[in-house]
């Protein structure tokens, strides 16, 4: 809970420094930030905004990239070093500052402060992590960003910020976790805010960028990480727009494929190759050191949200078929359940009203 007022040891002191226009007063007042919020656990909402925007300043101020990027992993880190009491407020008031201050970002100060942004999101991440992805304390994130930065209607939002978090949404959590324990997370319960994008958002282009950046993303990523054959072999199955156009590339590529298959028959003949290397395979997964490169998302989950959010009546219309569309991809590629006959009925009943 975010209390607002004052403080006796008010961070508005910090503030000042970090926002100073000389460099050598700004790296100390880094440098003893992260000793001195460490043991603050009763910041207030207005301490912990005066904070945020002196460290916006401090990025502002701050040149040459390398400078730049270190300052951001720095501040961003900060996350992990706040009291677990206060880090949602103070991950909340970080994103209230930077959908203020956003529209006066010049252009050519924009890639500093979308790396921010970027790494920003990791430590959010990492800290899930370290809390073993707590179901409460994802929830308690989730909120956060629903209600900041991935907002599906407040204005005080620039559509620049969503269209970033979602194209980094995937890249970030993955990096956070090693793909062999990435089965422990909650992926379905991670990516609320993004369902929350698929059903709320107005506009079309987050609608889309949400679709293809993140859930077909994930059935793609799966699918080409996959060793045995699957039913979902069509890429322009997972497609959601343009469909016709994404079905002539895949003829396209198919039959490039075919050729460069021929070929290798061709100058193979004898299969010598290719049974030394199955061989191989064999022997490696025989001794145990074969291991899935490829990030283990929670697509029955998935699949089961997708489902729920096209049947929420507060979903706009405009995206419920298309959410359906993403839901049914899922259900192609995921194993079948006793329950998916019974979803698909009420989704026909749905549509059909």
């Not at 992260?34 to 502002?60: A, E, T």
């Not at 569309?325 to 989704?347: I, M, R």
Request: aromatic share 10%.
């Amino acid at each position: 809970m975010v209390v607002i007022g004052s403080s006796k040891d008010s961070a508005s002191p910090f503030g000042k420094r970090l926002a100073s226009s000389d460099k050598k007063i700004r790296d100390k007042a880094v440098k003893a930030l992260g000793k001195w919020i460490s043991n603050k656990d009763n910041l207030s909402h207005l301490d912990l905004m005066k904070l945020w925007k002196g460290l916006f300043y401090c990025v502002w101020l701050s040149d040459k990239p390398v400078i730049q990027q270190q300052l951001s992993d720095t501040l961003s880190s900060l996350i992990l070093r706040v009291p677990r009491s206060a880090v949602m407020q103070f991950i909340a008031t970080f994103w209230e500052t930077i959908c203020a201050e956003w529209h006066g970002i010049d252009r050519l100060r924009m890639d500093k402060y979308y790396f921010l942004l970027r790494r920003f999101l990791s430590y959010s991440f990492r800290m899930l992590k370290e809390d073993e992805w707590d179901l409460s304390t994802i929830e308690e994130f989730n909120n956060v960003m629903i209600n900041g930065p991935l907002n599906a209607t407040s204005t005080a939002v620039s559509d620049g910020i969503r269209f970033h978090l979602i194209e980094i949404y995937l890249d970030e959590l993955e990096k956070t976790v090693d793909v062999a324990h990435s089965g422990e997370v909650p992926t379905a319960h991670v990516l609320q805010p993004m369902f929350h994008l698929l059903g709320r958002t107005i506009n079309g282009r987050v609608f889309k960028m949400v679709a293809e950046d993140v859930f077909e993303a994930i059935l793609k990523k799966t699918a080409a990480g996959e060793e045995e054959d699957s039913d979902f072999e069509d890429e322009a199955d997972l497609t959601v727009f343009d469909k016709d156009e994404d079905d002539e590339d895949d003829e396209e590529v198919a039959g490039d494929d075919e050729d460069d298959d021929m070929a290798e028959n061709d100058e193979d003949e004898d299969g010598s190759d290719e049974e030394a290397k199955a061989m191989a395979e064999m022997e490696m997964e025989m001794d145990g050191e074969a291991e899935s490169t490829t990030f283990d998302y929670d697509l029955i989950g998935i699949k089961e949200q997708l489902f729920a959010v096209g049947a929420d009546k507060e979903t706009v219309e405009q995206n419920r078929r298309k959410v359906y569309v993403l839901y049914k991809a899922y259900q192609d590629f995921c194993p079948l359940e006793e329950d998916d006959s019974e979803a698909e009925a009420e989704q026909d009943e749905e549509e059909e009203a």
